[in-house]
């Protein structure tokens, strides 16, 4: 097939999926954003922050999958390139009987663990405040296992280049926890254990809904079989998978652990500010999210048939539309005091140089983002993972240290800090790349 045709249809199904996610992103962020006053009226400011605190174990297990979910995406968009269907299957059956193994590792290890700990101390919780933590943690964390191995559903989707089924099903999701929220605020007294299953259910219901869809009705070439389990390709997998795995471990301290230091250090109430704020700026990067979730399978495409000129000219594209955003940011910012009085009333007070630091570190998080999704649709992860690898372990002592002093905006300092290397060093690899001049470790 000609070069200008493969690139016309690589940019139509890219246009495509960017239009319809960015339907999805917009439903579902309307949705989560609702979730907000209404789980807050339904609860009060103090439990409200708690769950936060509780649910940032879903963001954990939802990245959590060894690497496995981004390396099965782009194993199989290279078998895809190749036309191999039998390797594509072999490597969607691989990968999900592998995730099974660990789920049942981690079901079984893990409730032992969640019930030995004192959560109570842990996030410095007052016993007569809240009844059942252990319980409530331990049955979220069995939904977040579950969801653990059914969400790789939406990994196949990715890897065929139709990246928004994926918003789809958290659209779905996000809309069912809405439902939930809102009749048992009809329905019953604020319980926290009610919220911790509505939220927690949610997701992995959707999945369990669109498997038998997906493997049995669009992709059955795909399906999961043992007879296709390939002791030879879980090497393969895995070398790949490992990579991508010290970036979603390092990602989860610098992404994920804010709300437990905050509640550690100040209490639950002080989640519930910070993460507000989190919030309101986590538009710009679910409309970057709409953008790259393309990219990513297609630059694995086009890097397999070595069109460099087709991922110079993504990245263009690209850095238009970062700089789009970074000045909306900003916009955002100056506006946010009123914003937040019409979002969540006034009885919430979030200080403006806490909503300014936020600006800063989603403006970080979008120029390494942007770059980081092109090297990763490469395979270009050894820089990657050293540097977040070190901004992990930067990250506890440094927010802790500059927490004590500055409070809130302390904590955020420390984050912008850390991950300012990640998206100088993800530019300079990319450009590296593309100009055919990395060279060692740049080039891995």
């Avoid at 605020?185 to 997906?214: D, E, M, R």
């Avoid at 409309?287 to 393309?294: D, G």
């Avoid at 110079?312 to 539309?321: D, G, I, W």
């Avoid at 630091?357 to 050894?382: D, E, R």
Wanted: glycine share 6%; with cysteine; aromatic share 12%.
């Amino acid at each position: 097939m000609p070069l200008k045709k493969i690139t016309d249809r690589r940019a139509i199904v890219i246009g495509r999926n960017i239009a319809a996610s960015g339907v999805f992103k917009c439903v579902d962020t309307l949705a989560y954003l609702l979730l907000v006053p209404l789980t807050i009226g339904y609860l009060n400011e103090y439990e409200y922050g708690l769950w936060l605190s509780i649910n940032t174990i879903s963001v954990w297990v939802n990245t959590f999958d060894i690497g496995l979910g981004s390396g099965l995406r782009n194993r199989l968009g290279e078998a895809m390139a190749k036309g191999d269907e039998e390797a594509a299957r072999k490597y969607v059956s691989t990968a999900f009987f592998i995730l099974i193994g660990i789920a049942l590792i981690l079901l079984g290890g893990g409730i032992v663990a969640v019930r030995s700990i004192d959560w109570y101390s842990l996030l410095n919780v007052r016993y007569e405040a809240v009844s059942k933590l252990t319980e409530i943690i331990t049955i979220s964390y069995v939904f977040f296992i579950l969801n653990f191995v059914l969400k790789f559903v939406g990994n196949v989707y990715q890897a065929m280049q139709k990246p928004a089924v994926m918003p789809l099903m958290n659209c779905a999701g996000h809309i069912i926890a809405l439902i939930s929220v809102f009749v048992l605020s009809k329905l019953t007294v604020g319980s926290l254990l009610f919220v911790a299953i509505a939220y927690s259910s949610a997701l992995p219901l959707v999945y369990i809904i669109a498997y038998p869809i997906t493997f049995k009705r669009i992709y059955p070439f795909l399906r999961p079989s043992l007879r296709y389990f390939d002791k030879g390709r879980v090497g393969n997998l895995l070398n790949l998978s490992l990579l991508f795995f010290v970036l979603q471990v390092a990602g989860l301290v610098l992404f994920s652990l804010s709300n437990f230091l905050i509640s550690n250090m100040f209490g639950p109430e002080m989640v519930t500010p910070f993460n507000i704020s989190q919030k309101y700026f986590s538009v710009l990067l679910v409309s970057l999210t709409i953008v790259l979730a393309p990219i990513w399978s297609a630059v694995t495409d086009a890097f397999a048939k070595n069109e460099m000129s087709w991922i110079k000219a993504a990245e263009k594209r690209l850095s238009r539309c970062l700089a789009l955003l970074i000045s909306v940011a900003i916009v955002m910012s100056s506006v946010s005091p009123a914003v937040y009085r019409i979002w969540v009333g006034s009885d919430i007070t979030i200080p403006f140089e806490l909503t300014a630091l936020m600006a800063i570190y989603t403006i970080i998080l979008l120029w390494s983002q942007t770059y980081g999704n092109l090297l990763n649709g490469m395979n270009k992860l050894h820089i990657q993972a050293c540097n977040t690898i070190f901004a992990a372990l930067l990250f506890y002592p440094l927010c802790r240290y500059l927490g004590f002093r500055y409070q809130l905006e302390g904590i955020l300092m420390g984050m912008c800090i850390v991950n300012i290397p990640g998206a100088v060093l993800n530019t300079i690899q990319y450009y590296l790349v593309s100009q055919g001049k990395a060279k060692g470790l740049w080039n891995k």
